[in-house]
């Protein structure tokens, strides 16, 4: 038991472990929120490419000197009116203005960071950097992650009929397309969370495992959303003490973790895991 406890308190001695747990924590928790969503409407690629855009954002942010998430959230925005304006072009599909908009942003951040004299690391934006935590952005995503839970959670009912059917969504008088645009918002809002966490790479796994692993686990929406963000949530807390013990690259471990807890429901899940799949199988074999 002093083990145990020794395990747990060792790391928190330090000021940049306890940053990086409590912006770990926050991170994964509203990424698995919005990741149900993400999941359920097919959007996976939206949350890479938006991930993928905000890389010119951070490096012109730094140049001028206003706070990184400003001008990764405003290039996010720009991101998805580009994939939204392209995508209405009948004869250019949405994965296809996807991929044109987020590698071409994409490759615009390269050539700046190249060019243009600035502090900004390429490793630390790509694979993050959570144990470099100040107590600043600590305080930072603090604010975006509780505003961004809060609007999912108020919109919840809203934002779940349009994923199950949109259709019947606007016969009963909601606006589909505000509803979609304020998703895309909270969509950048949350990228910019996860960034100083996970890095951009790295982001789009924790936008899509959790949804993906309460989908297999769960039945219900209301449930589907507890195990995305609590198993997101301890993610993150035993990547940030593995990646401490074992000395880890901090934003992979987390992401290892969730694929591990991915891993167990695709085998395990009582309704719709490998194990439960192959008994029924075998049942309706057996009965016929």
């Known amino acids: 038991m002093e083990l145990i406890v020794e395990i747990l308190a060792a790391p928190l001695q330090f000021a940049f472990m306890q940053n990086a ?20 409407m097919g959007w996976s690629l939206m949350g890479e490419a938006v991930a993928h855009s905000i890389l ?12 990184m998430a400003a001008g990764a959230f405003v290039f996010g925005l720009i991101a998805v009116l580009l994939i939204g304006g392209i995508s209405s072009t009948p004869v250019i599909k949405r994965d296809t203005s996807i991929g044109v908009v987020f590698t ?27 144990l470099g935590t100040s107590r600043t952005d600590l305080w930072q995503v603090l604010a975006l992650g509780l505003a961004t839970a809060a609007v999912l959670l108020l919109a919840r009912r809203d934002l779940t009929l349009l994923a199950f ?12 397309a505000a509803l979609s645009a304020l998703l895309l918002v909270l969509l950048a809002l949350t990228t910019v969370t996860a960034l100083q966490t996970l890095g951009i790479i790295l982001v789009v796994a924790m936008l ?13 929406f209301g449930r589907m959303l507890m195990v995305s963000s609590g198993g997101a949530v301890f993610a993150a807390v035993s990547g940030v003490y593995l990646s401490y013990w074992l000395d ?27 194990i439960a799949r192959a008994a029924r199988a075998r049942r309706t074999a057996a009965a016929a």
């Open 21 to 40: 747990l409590a912006v770990a924590v926050v991170a994964a928790g509203v990424c698995g929120l919005l990741s149900c969503w993400l999941v359920l």
């Open 56 to 67: 010119p954002g951070i490096v012109l942010a730094q140049l001028l000197g206003v706070p």
């Open 104 to 130: 071409t942003l994409f490759a615009l951040g390269l050539v700046l960071i190249s060019r243009v004299p600035s502090q900004t690391h390429l490793q630390h934006i790509l694979f993050g950097n959570v």
């Open 165 to 176: 059917d949109r259709t019947y969504a606007h016969t009963v008088g909601l606006s589909t």
């Open 208 to 220: 899509v495992i959790p949804g993906a692993t309460g989908m297999l686990t769960c039945r219900t």
């Open 248 to 274: 880890l690259s901090t934003g992979g471990t987390i992401v290892l973790m969730q694929s591990t807890l991915f891993g167990l429901a695709y085998v395990l899940a009582p309704h719709k895991g490998l």
